[in-house]
């Protein structure tokens, strides 16, 4: 899938959680000493409940814009967003990168910090976490999954519904890619008819002999105490018609960034397929 870039250069620089006992310093934190290296990684840093949410939200969206964060964890306090990653940082459980030209800093879980959620994991949670940067050129689209999100949550919310989880694209291929290389054996209608039980089974559908997937899904209850989940793409610039058809075919709601609106549109010049794009 084709996406918008950055350049490369660098600067090295709600999702429900359990509560952590104990007060956070705040501001940088303190350098662990080589003691505390040592102790239970449960016991061993100096959080709040607002910290760990934040590498709650962190790992479950892979990467965000600590724009974002600023204002969808802290009520647009730049401030206090930012002291707050400086702390993780300096904890050794984030890291956080600055992309150029744009000057957008992102952030992303250590290895430690992946570990740490992995063992504070809520009994009977199916939820995964990711850590570490991956496709740096992919950090604006990626990242605007947590913006996405929040848009999608809230109409969730305002119809009475509670989120339940959060599935990304990574967990689908992953799960669905294991499934697929071992049709390769099969004869083709077999292969077809397996095709079909697979995306059957994930919740999807073929389409053209393809199963699409989704940036995006949301598990949650209704009001009505019932299970679904809404699957969601969104769209950039780049987006071939092919690609977007097929996504639409697939039963997906479609957003795209407002300044990816009018080239999206233009680019793929079929009002009645442009018109399901919502704005985010």
């Known amino acids: 899938m084709a996406r918008n870039r950055d350049d ?7 999702i429900p959680f359990p509560d952590q006992p104990g007060p956070d310093r705040g501001g940088l934190g303190r350098e662990p000493h080589e003691h505390q290296r040592d102790r239970d990684p449960q016991t061993r840093y100096n959080l709040s409940d607002s910290a760990l949410q934040t590498l709650a939200d962190i790992g479950t969206f892979r990467s965000l814009k600590l724009d974002d ?31 150029h030209p744009s ?14 959620l992995n063992l504070r994991r809520p009994a009977g949670t199916r939820q995964v976490y990711y850590a570490q ?11 605007a999954i947590y913006r996405l999100y929040q848009e999608v949550s809230a109409r969730i919310a305002r119809g009475g519904g509670r989120v339940s989880r959060i599935v990304l694209d990574f967990e689908l291929k992953k799960s669905i890619n294991t499934r697929l290389a071992k049709l390769k054996s099969l004869p083709e209608p077999q292969q077809e008819n397996q095709r079909q039980k697979i995306a059957a089974d994930h919740g999807l559908t073929v389409v053209d002999g393809k199963i699409p997937l989704p940036d995006l899904r949301i598990e949650y209850e209704t009001a009505e105490r019932e299970q ?44 009645e397929l442009t018109k399901e794009i919502y704005s985010l």
């Open 133 to 143: 940067f991956i496709k740096p050129r992919e950090l604006r689209h990626d990242a």
């Open 103 to 116: 000057k957008a800093v992102y952030a992303a879980l250590t290895r430690d910090g992946h570990s740490l």
């Open 69 to 99: 964060l600023a204002t969808y964890r802290h009520a647009q306090d730049r401030a206090q967003a930012n002291a707050e990653v400086r702390n993780l940082v300096r904890q050794g459980l984030l890291r956080v990168r600055t992309m």
């Open 228 to 271: 679904t989940k809404v699957d969601v793409e969104l769209a950039t610039s780049d987006y071939h018609r092919h690609s977007l058809t097929a996504k639409a075919r697939a039963g997906f709601s479609i957003y795209a960034m407002k300044e990816d609106i009018g080239p999206l549109r233009r680019a793929i010049a079929d009002p």
């Open 8 to 14: 490369k250069r660098e600067t090295q620089g709600h």
